[in-house]
C-alpha cells in the first residue's frame, strides 16, 4: 500500500448510487424472469382456454348435429317405411306424430304431408294447418333441389318461432314431402345452456346472420362482430377461436364452427377478460409481489447502503486524519534529523559567544583594563559576539520556518528558490559529512502549485537519505530543474551507496528502512511519495549498488489559479 | 590571574577545531592564564604541528573538537595516539555528539568537554591530563634509567 491512497480524495460512495446499482442488480433479472414466467403462463393459459373453448364447442356442435340428424333421421325412417298413402292418412300421423313425441320428449310439434304443390295434404299438430300452401315457401323451393331439408328458425304461419325438418319422398315421379316441425324451446335449450362465466354464452346463426337460437345475453344479430364469420369458409369440425372488439370496445373472444352442413354457425362468445379472468388475477398478484418487493428491497438497501455509506465516510475521515498524523510524525522525524546538524550549528556561534565574553571578563579583571590595546579588543569582541548571534538568529529562524505547522495551503512555488533554501538548510549536514552540494537549475522554470511546507518536507527528506546514503569519505549531490513535456523535472541525484535491486521497489512503502532500529521511521520516502502524488505529480528512483541513487520527482506546470490541478483536485474532494 | 600549575613547566596546548574565531578567542584566553598555546583549524592541520614540534617543545594537551568538516575528531585522535601515544587529548563536543566523545574517551582520549565550555574546567582538566602525562613520561624515563643500572649491573 502506498500512502498516497491515504491522501487521495476517494470519491465518496452516494447512497442513491448504491441503492439504484442494488435495485438494477437485483430488479432486472428478477423482473425479466418475472416477465417470461407471466408470459409463459400467459402462453399456457391461453392455450388451455383454447382447448377448453375448442373442446366445448367441438362437443355442442356435435351434440346439436347429432340432434339435427338424429330429427331428420327420424322423419327419413318414417317417410321410408310408409308409402306416401298410408302418410295422408291424417289418423296415421298423429298416431305416428304421438309415438315420436313420447319418444323424443316433445321435441316434435306436427308432421305433414305435402304434395309436390306445395299443399298439405295430411297434417297432425295442434295447429290448423290442413290444406295449408307452402308453395311459397322458402323450404318448399329448397326442397325440390335435394332430398333433406332443415330450414332456418322461422315464424312461418303459425306465428312463433319454429323449423322444419323436411324429407322428399319420390312418389309417382313425383316429390311428396314429409314435413316435421321442431320444437324451437327443445332445440334452444341445447344451445343456450352453453354457459361460462358471467359473459360467456352460445348462440347460432345462419348464413345470413339471422339468430337461429335466443341468447341468454342480448346480442346484435345484423352488426355484431361475430358477424365476421358469415363469409368465412369453416371446416366441418373443427373449431376457429379469434378475438375481436365488438361495438363497445369490449374484447371478446369467439369460438366458431359450423353446423348443418356448414348453413349454421354455433358462435360461442366471452368477452377476454371474462375468459382470462385467473390469469388477469394472477398477473395482478404478481405485479403487487413484484412491488411489494421492490419496495422492501428498496428500503432495506437504502437503510444498508446509508449505514455503509456513513461506516466508509467515518473510516474515510478517520484515514484521513490518521494519514495527516502520519504525514506530521514523519516531518517531525525530519526535523529530529535536522535537530543534531541545527544544534551543532548552533552551538559553534554560542560558543563563540561564550568564549569572547570570557575574554572581555578576563581582560576586565586586569589590575587595568583600559589600556587602548584592552579597549581595542573589547570592541572586537562584543563585534563578534553580534556576529555569532547574528548566526544563531539565521539558524533558528531557518529552522522554524520548516518546524511550523504543516500548511497545506496551496501556493505558487518557486522551486528553485525552495530548493537553495532547502541547501542551506541541509549545509552543516552536508558539510561534515564532506557532501558536496551541486546544482545545475534552470532559470527559466515556471512556477508550480503546492503546499510550501509539503514540498520542503519532500525536499529535505530526499536530502537528507542522499547524505546518509554516503559513507564517511562522502561524495556529491547534484540537484538539477529543468522543464521538461510541460513538466516540471527535479533530480537529486548522489554518490552514495545505492540501493539493492531488490529494495528499490521497496522503498516507497510507509516503515520499510534499511536504518537500524531507532533511527529511521521508514515513513520518509512514503510521505514524499504521498505528497508528490497528491501535487498530481510522480516520483522515481533509479540506483546502482555502490555507484549511488537518482531520485526523479516530476511535476505540473501551474495553471492559471482556476484551472489548477490542485485546486481542482481539493475542490473536487471537499464537494463529495 | 596567574594560572598556578601543579607542574613547574607550563603545559603546552594544541587548540584544534574548524572555527576559527572560536580556536582563536579560546587561544588568548588560555595564553592569558601563562600556558603555551598553538592552534590548528583541521585535522591534518594538527597531525602536522604535531609532527613538527610546534616550536620549543612537544605538545602536552591536543584539545580536539569532534565535528569537522573532512578528517573529523575521532579520525584525528586515532592517528595522534598512533603517533603520538603520549599526547593526552581532551575532546571537545557539541550536545549531539556526546556519544563520539564516549567513543574518543575509549579510543584512548583523556577526557571531554562540552563546548560551550567554561575555561576554569577546562584548564583543570588540561592540569590533570598535564599531570598524567609527566607522570607518565617520569615512569618511562625511571624505566629507562632502571634499564641502564640493570644492563650496567650495579
Redesign the interface.
Same mark, same amino acid.
Given at each position: 500500500m502506498k500512502v498516497d491512497t491515504l491522501h487521495d480524495s476517494q470519491e465518496q460512495p452516494k447512497t442513491r448510487n448504491l441503492v439504484l446499482t442494488v435495485m438494477l442488480v437485483a430488479g432486472v433479472p428478477l423482473l425479466f424472469i418475472g416477465f417470461v414466467i407471466i408470459q409463459q403462463f400467459g402462453d399456457a393459459y391461453r392455450t388451455k382456454i383454447t382447448d377448453h373453448l375448442t373442446a366445448l364447442v367441438r362437443k355442442h356442435s356435435r351434440t346439436i348435429d347429432n340432434f339435427l340428424s338424429d330429427r331428420l333421421g327420424d322423419i327419413r325412417v318414417l317417410a321410408r317405411s310408409h308409402p306416401v298413402e298410408v302418410l295422408a292418412d291424417q289418423v296415421f300421423l298423429t298416431k305416428k306424430l304421438a309415438i315420436l313425441r313420447e319418444e323424443y320428449g316433445g321435441v316434435f310439434v306436427d308432421l305433414g304431408l305435402i304434395d309436390p304443390n306445395g299443399v298439405q295434404q295430411a297434417y297432425s299438430g295442434p295447429f290448423n294447418l290442413a290444406k295449408a300452401d307452402y308453395a311459397g315457401a322458402v323450404w318448399f323451393s329448397e326442397t325440390q333441389q335435394s332430398q333433406y331439408y332443415i330450414s332456418d328458425v322461422f315464424t312461418g304461419l303459425r306465428g312463433s318461432p319454429h323449423f322444419i325438418v323436411v324429407v322428399k319422398i319420390p312418389w309417382k315421379d313425383q316429390g311428396w314431402i314429409l314435413r316435421a316441425t321442431v320444437d324451437f324451446n327443445a332445440f334452444n335449450d341445447l344451445v343456450s345452456n352453453i354457459r361460462i362465466g358471467t359473459t360467456g354464452i352460445a348462440f347460432i346463426i345462419n348464413r345470413a346472420g339471422e339468430l337461429q337460437t335466443k341468447p341468454q345475453i342480448e346480442v346484435d344479430s345484423l352488426s355484431g362482430p361475430h358477424r365476421n364469420f358469415l363469409n368465412t369458409h369453416l371446416e366441418f369440425d373443427t373449431v376457429l377461436i379469434e378475438e375481436n372488439p365488438d361495438a363497445f370496445g369490449r374484447d371478446l373472444i369467439f369460438a366458431v364452427t359450423p353446423l348443418n352442413n356448414g348453413r349454421w354457425i354455433l358462435i360461442f362468445q366471452q368477452e377476454v377478460s371474462d375468459a382470462f379472468a385467473t390469469w388477469n388475477t394472477t398477473k395482478m398478484i404478481a405485479v403487487l409481489l413484484f412491488i411489494f418487493w421492490a419496495a422492501i428491497v428498496a428500503l432495506f438497501t437504502y437503510f444498508m447502503s446509508r449505514r455503509m455509506t456513513l461506516r466508509i465516510e467515518e473510516v474515510i475521515i478517520q484515514k484521513d486524519k490518521m494519514s495527516d498524523q502520519v504525514v506530521e510524525a514523519g516531518r517531525l522525524a525530519s526535523i529530529g534529523e535536522l535537530? +543534531?546538524?541545527i +544544534?551543532?550549528e548552533i552551538? #559553534?556561534p *554560542?560558543?563563540?559567544? *561564550?568564549?569572547?565574553a570570557?575574554?572581555i571578563q578576563?581582560l576586565l579583571?586586569?589590575d587595568e583594563p583600559a589600556t587602548p590595546d584592552n579597549l581595542t579588543e573589547i570592541e572586537r +569582541?562584543t563585534a563578534?559576539i553580534k556576529t555569532?548571534g547574528g548566526r544563531c538568529k539565521e539558524i533558528t529562524h531557518k529552522l522554524l520556518s520548516f518546524a511550523r505547522k504543516t500548511d497545506p495551503t496551496i501556493k505558487q512555488i518557486d522551486l528553485n528558490e525552495m530548493v537553495q533554501d532547502m541547501i542551506t538548510l541541509v549545509d552543516q549536514k552536508t558539510?561534515?559529512a #564532506?557532501v558536496q552540494m551541486e546544482t545545475q537549475l534552470d532559470p527559466d522554470l515556471p512556477p508550480i502549485w503546492a503546499s510550501a511546507t509539503e514540498l520542503q518536507q519532500v525536499l529535505l527528506n530526499l536530502l537528507n537519505n542522499s547524505v546518509d546514503a554516503m559513507d564517511?569519505s562522502g561524495g556529491n549531490i547534484h540537484i538539477s530543474t529543468q522543464l521538461s513535456d510541460g513538466h516540471i523535472m527535479l533530480k537529486i541525484a548522489d554518490s552514495g551507496m545505492g540501493i539493492a535491486e531488490a529494495n528499490l521497489a521497496r522503498i516507497f512503502d510507509p516503515f520499510y528502512t534499511t536504518k537500524p532500529v531507532g533511527q529511521g521511521t521508514g515513513l520518509g520516502l512514503s510521505i514524499c511519495y504521498g505528497i508528490i502524488k497528491k501535487l498530481g505529480g510522480n516520483i522515481q528512483a533509479q540506483s546502482t549498488k555502490g555507484k549511488g541513487t537518482t531520485f526523479t520527482i516530476s511535476l505540473p506546470m501551474a495553471k492559471d489559479k482556476l484551472g489548477g490541478v490542485d485546486s481542482d483536485d481539493h475542490s473536487a474532494s471537499e464537494s463529495q | 590571574?596567574a594560572y598556578r600549575s601543579s607542574t613547574l613547566v607550563p603545559p603546552s596546548v594544541l587548540l584544534v577545531d574548524d572555527?576559527a574565531?572560536?580556536v582563536e /578567542?579560546?587561544s588568548?584566553?588560555i595564553a592569558?592564564r601563562d600556558l603555551k598555546v598553538s592552534t590548528a583549524f583541521s585535522g591534518p592541520e594538527a597531525l602536522e604541528k604535531l609532527k613538527s614540534g610546534g616550536g620549543a617543545s612537544n605538545f602536552d594537551v591536543v584539545i580536539l573538537d569532534v565535528?569537522?568538516?573532512?578528517m573529523?575528531g575521532l579520525e584525528t585522535l586515532a592517528a595522534i595516539k598512533l603517533k603520538h601515544p603520549n599526547v593526552e587529548v581532551i575532546m571537545l563536543t557539541?550536545?549531539? /555528539?556526546v556519544e563520539s566523545a564516549i567513543e574518543g574517551m575509549k579510543a584512548g582520549a583523556f577526557d571531554y568537554l562540552m563546548?560551550?565550555?567554561d575555561?576554569d574546567l577546562l584548564l583543570a582538566k588540561i592540569d590533570r591530563a598535564v599531570v598524567k602525562k609527566r607522570e607518565h613520561e617520569e615512569k618511562i624515563l625511571q624505566a629507562k634509567a632502571q634499564m641502564i643500572v640493570l644492563k650496567r649491573g650495579f
Open positions: 535537530a +543534531a546538524g +544544534a551543532h552551538n #559553534n *554560542v560558543a563563540i559567544m *561564550v568564549e569572547e570570557g575574554w578576563d579583571a586586569e +569582541a563578534q555569532q558539510r561534515y #564532506n564517511s | 590571574m572555527e574565531s572560536f /578567542t579560546l588568548k584566553r592569558k565535528k569537522m568538516p573532512g573529523d557539541g550536545h549531539a /555528539t563546548k560551550p565550555c575555561i
